[in-house]
């Protein structure tokens, strides 16, 4: 099984600040990785797929890099609506997905 | 627009059984990878299970033998039959599209499981 770490677990900013959040795999998955965002009552929404591939209706200002086992989600200048938890998944040992613990981007 | 809602969540003891149900519109079901994903209260997101549009299906070890995952084409539903059910199944369970690259999009609004006496 592919294990995913993801650090920090909290991240603190304040509004219009960068936030750069990472994910590891515990074995290469190539580009084979997406970011997810979740507000709280809601569900996930994708952000990124292919670990740089922005998904339909998603801003500009998230961006994602990585491939192998290092990866990073960046939003480039916090907007209010982007506090939430983001996840990172892997699909490289397809049909057995699995998620990171993820790191949850609270206002300083 | 392309929706998911799942249903047929609620409480049941340990041991029984509870079958959810995700109903779409937008698309169609047969043609697509459909999965789904707990989440238990406060936990982050583990994947359940997919049915491949071919009909193949798979499962995490953790509810393998016990859950069945299954899709109606004439009602353009996905449904997931949990039997043996176990306080760890606890959870929301959210239907999504996992598509043919593997993504989980769109997510239904998720239903809720809870596994107690």
């Known amino acids: 099984e592919i294990v995913l770490t993801q650090s920090p677990a909290t991240l603190s900013l304040s509004p219009g600040e960068r936030a750069t959040l990472s994910c590891r795999a515990s074995q290469s998955v190539s580009s084979y990785l997406a970011w997810y965002q979740q507000k709280p009552g809601q569900a996930p929404r994708l952000l990124i797929y292919d670990a740089s591939n922005r998904a339909t209706g998603i801003p500009a200002r998230f961006s994602g890099s990585g491939s192998g086992t290092d990866f990073t989600l960046t939003i480039s200048s916090l907007e209010p609506e982007d506090f939430a938890v983001y996840y990172c998944q892997q699909r490289s040992n397809w049909p057995l997905n699995t998620f990171g613990p993820g790191t949850k981007v609270d206002i300083k | 627009e392309v929706q998911l809602v799942e249903s047929g969540g609620g409480l049941v003891q340990p041991g029984g059984s509870l079958r959810l149900s995700c109903a779409a519109s937008?698309?169609?079901?047969?043609?697509?990878?459909m999965s789904w994903v707990r989440q238990a209260p406060g936990k982050g997101l583990e994947w359940v299970s997919v049915i491949y549009s071919g009909g193949s299906t798979y499962y995490a070890d953790s509810v393998k033998g016990r859950f069945t995952i299954s899709r109606d084409n004439s009602k353009n539903t996905l449904y997931l039959q949990m039997n043996s059910l176990r306080a760890e199944d606890t959870a929301v369970y959210y239907c999504?599209?996992?598509?043919?690259?593997?993504?989980?999009?769109?997510w239904g609004q998720g239903t809720l499981v809870t596994v107690s006496s």
């Open positions: 937008g698309f169609t079901v047969s043609s697509n990878y």
């Open positions: 999504a599209r996992e598509g043919a690259a593997g993504w989980f999009d769109p």
